[in-house]
């Protein structure tokens, strides 16, 4: 009784922003498709929700955190040797914050996780299709309408040549998205997988907290994340991207074991196992393995395919000259910004990040701002993994959204750790939405738990 009564309290708080969490959806829809319509939307919606809730935000001691760390941020572009650079640079954090900060209180119940990562599954479909057409069949646009209100740009062949990008700047961003969309949307078809088993068809029957998006006991949800998924684990494949591989094989890992699947965790690393010994094992046995392994995984895991790389371009160089760097000023760092002109003075070679943002960071701002974010980080994925193990709150359907929402966010943080994602819009707010939505479940459990201690009292 208790549990049902704290959950009409919720959905009708829900109900009162339900208008402004639509915008949201669309605007995650169409993200990919027009960033700048996205980025108002998502906007728009933040700033209604701090003005109707600015006093719970304002209270929450996660939103101080980063409040604190937006002043070391301003302390550290204050002493940057390009003050202008490091400014500009604030705004691919500030924005963010204040996005998490508002979405934080907008996302409340696990219906919303669901729908947003249908939204996301939805809208890559296009992003997919588009992508396989420019690197099979040489699909080329270049679309402008009200300068940057839809503007699409698809090279042939991709970029770079041979390497899917579809809409994105680059295969490797490409691929950071891929694999977000394929974790979220892997939870849902798993949602679907143990529905169908428990009425027996490929059917789905909704609880009340489930979204109200496909018709009961229908196929058709299940069929479709089917395709969606296959269509995004190919086009991952095709980016040719060596981190979105590991993490796409990591979350599948991570999916068979929280499931119990030992079976086929034990075929996965069989697998796993035969290409990094195709890749990386002395001659005999590595050439055993490379008559059944493609050399489209092997060559392009141990470096065979790309052998005259410069050495300025490999990430150990990158990573060994941003923490340099950092230990040059640990206090303030070189300002936002700076290090791809202080790598191109010293390596004559133009490169925007050191593909490691936690090393990037602690270059351009000194190590008090990184230790402090990733401790914010730390805070947030320790929270949701004790609330996905000791809630009372959460039934079975429910710790398999927050689950998918978790392993996307880990997913996040090792895609940052061999790449920085910061610099697109669409994956940097993506993954801000993310960690509000795993906050706004977190805020929300607190809530059913203090309201559970009155009722006792």
Request: with cysteine.
């Amino acid at each position: 009784m208790l549990a049902t009564s704290l959950n009409k309290v919720f959905d009708y708080f829900k109900s009162r922003w339900q208008s402004s969490w639509n915008y949201s959806l669309w605007a995650m829809l169409i993200f990919p498709l027009s960033p700048l319509l996205g980025a108002v939307t998502v906007g728009f919606v933040s700033l209604i929700t701090w003005l109707k809730q600015s006093r719970k935000i304002n209270r929450r001691p996660l939103n101080w955190g980063f409040a604190l760390l937006s002043i070391l941020l301003l302390v550290s572009a204050g002493f940057a040797d390009d003050k202008a650079a490091a400014f500009l640079g604030l705004f691919n954090f500030f924005p963010f914050f204040l996005l998490f900060a508002a979405h934080s209180a907008l996302i409340q119940t696990f219906t919303q996780l669901r729908q947003m990562a249908w939204v996301l599954a939805i809208g890559s479909i296009p992003v997919v299709i588009l992508g396989l057409g420019q690197l099979f069949l040489g699909w080329s646009l270049k679309l402008q309408i009200l300068w940057v209100v839809l503007s699409w740009t698809i090279v042939p062949g991709g970029n770079p040549p041979g390497r899917i990008a579809s809409f994105f700047l680059h295969a490797n961003t490409f691929a950071a998205y891929l694999v977000i969309v394929f974790i979220l949307g892997l939870g849902l078809w798993l949602e679907q997988w143990r529905l169908g088993i428990e009425h027996g068809v490929w059917g789905i029957s909704y609880s009340s907290s489930s979204p109200p998006l496909p018709t009961p006991h229908s196929p058709l949800p299940f069929l479709f994340l089917t395709v969606a998924m296959i269509a995004n684990f190919i086009a991952l494949i095709f980016t040719n991207s060596r981190n979105g591989w590991a993490i796409a094989i990591f979350a599948c890992l991570a999916y068979a074991l929280y499931q119990g699947w030992r079976i086929l965790v034990g075929g996965v690393a069989a697998i796993v196992s035969s290409v990094l010994l195709a890749a990386f094992a002395p001659s005999p046995v590595a050439q055993i393995f490379r008559r059944v392994v493609p050399a489209f995984f092997w060559a392009r895991l141990n470096d065979d395919m790309y052998p005259d790389r410069p050495v300025a371009l490999m990430r150990k160089t990158q990573w060994n000259f941003a923490w340099s760097l950092a230990q040059e000023h640990p206090w303030s760092g070189w300002g936002l910004r700076s290090f791809g002109r202080l790598y191109k003075a010293q390596m004559q070679i133009p490169l925007g990040h050191p593909h490691n943002f936690f090393l990037m960071l602690s270059a351009e701002t000194g190590f008090p701002c990184t230790l402090l974010f990733c401790g914010l980080l730390g805070w947030i994925l320790i929270a949701g993994v004790q609330l996905l193990r000791k809630s009372k709150y959460i039934n079975t359907e429910d710790r398999l959204i927050f689950f998918s929402y978790l392993l996307a966010f880990v997913a996040w943080m090792l895609l940052n750790t061999v790449d920085v994602t910061l610099f697109d819009f669409r994956l940097n707010a993506l993954s801000w939405l993310i960690m509000a939505a795993i906050c706004g479940v977190l805020h929300r459990d607190r809530e059913h738990h203090r309201l559970a201690s009155r009722s006792n009292q």
